[in-house]
């Protein structure tokens, strides 16, 4: 099973993020946890510099921009 983290404060870009992702695995009926990480200092740990990011079972995938569902099903396969 997959680990999905975004990491963000919860900004609009954020709630994108999730949404998309969200979808995405729904699409692809993939068996995942979704977690929203809003703490920042987990998100400086992480090494990300920008948000929103994208983490997948601890591997960044998508960092400073909201990759579209299409993107975020290729991120995830």
């Known amino acids: 099973m997959k680990k999905i983290q975004i990491l963000g404060p919860g900004c609009v870009k ?3 993020l999730y949404n998309n992702t969200k979808r995405a695995v ?3 009926n993939l068996e995942c946890s979704i977690e929203k990480v809003t703490d920042i200092e987990k998100i400086m ?3 990300v510099m920008m948000t929103p990011a994208l983490v997948v079972n601890g591997d960044v995938k998508s960092s400073g921009k909201v990759p579209t569902v299409e993107e975020i099903k290729k991120m995830l396969t």
């Open 14 to 16: 954020c709630v994108n």
């Open 45 to 47: 740990n992480s090494g």
């Open 26 to 28: 729904e699409e692809l």
